[in-house]
């Protein structure tokens, strides 16, 4: 039974991907847009991006919830200092992958977890280095057709077909390069008062 002091859970962010990631932490969650305006700041690099968005969009979130947990995201793909978003079309991602042929690409994953009641505030970032093979162009276009990842930071689902195009991953958060860190959002939310591995399954301070 939940009680009647628990903390409502809210994922801020519209992402499908995000949203089955929290799910395996079988805790109750309901999903709001954050609404925030990504264009990056000028001599910003990718991780304060990343960093300044997760913890704008949970912040977004909360204005409107102040009782609930809310948890914000992002992700920016950092190739040589450089970010590099979703790409939204098929020439841009084909763009993107010439690119990272070859290349070493950071993905800078930032989640922030914020309770404006109580006034708990965390922000943090795991860092997933990805080698990309040397790629053709024949192998570009067949993957980009195939699996159409126009809405991921640099052009590629590591979970799905994707990763036929990479040559390593090196993380400590697993679940980073999809989109959430479940090792830190899971302490982060720990420390807001959201209970995991209860035996109801349910939130509560």
Same mark, same amino acid.
């Not at 960093?51 to 704008?56: D, E, P």
């Not at 020439?91 to 690409?105: C, F, N, T």
């Not at 970032?125 to 195939?146: C, P, Q, S």
């Given at each position: ?10 994922? *801020?962010? $519209? ?24 264009? @990056?700041?000028?001599?910003?690099? @990718? ?16 204005? !409107?919830?102040?009782?609930? /947990?809310?948890?914000?995201? #992002? ?8 970010? =590099?978003?979703?790409?939204? $079309?098929?020439?841009?991602? /084909?763009?993107? =992958? ?24 965390? /922000? ?6 990805? !080698? ?18 126009? #809405?991921?930071? *640099? ?6 077909? *994707? ?9 400590? #958060? @697993?679940?980073?390069?999809? *989109? ?15 209970? =995991? ?9």
């Amino acid at each position: 039974m939940t009680s009647p002091d628990a903390k409502p859970l809210i994922l *801020g962010s $519209t992402s499908v991907y995000r949203r089955e990631l929290l799910s395996r932490l079988r805790v109750p969650f309901e999903v709001a847009s954050p609404e925030v305006d990504e264009t @990056p700041q000028a001599h910003e690099s @990718p991780r304060e991006l990343a960093l300044r968005l997760a913890l704008a969009k949970a912040q977004a979130v909360a204005r !409107k919830f102040p009782e609930a /947990v809310v948890i914000g995201s #992002d992700q920016v793909a950092d190739l040589n200092g450089q970010p =590099l978003g979703k790409p939204g $079309t098929h020439e841009r991602a /084909v763009k993107q =992958l010439r690119q990272m042929s070859g290349q070493s690409v950071i993905f800078q994953t930032a989640v922030a977890v914020v309770c404006q009641r109580s006034g708990f505030s965390q /922000v943090d970032l795991a860092a997933v280095e990805v !080698k990309f093979r040397d790629l053709t162009e024949e192998e570009i276009e067949n993957y980009l057709r195939a699996e159409q990842p126009y #809405d991921c930071a *640099g052009s590629a689902k590591s979970e799905g077909l *994707g990763i036929a195009l990479l040559a390593s991953i090196q993380s400590d #958060d @697993p679940t980073a390069l999809v *989109g959430l860190p479940l090792i830190r959002t899971a302490r982060m939310i720990r420390a807001a008062g959201i209970a =995991l591995l209860t035996a109801s399954g349910s939130s509560h301070v």
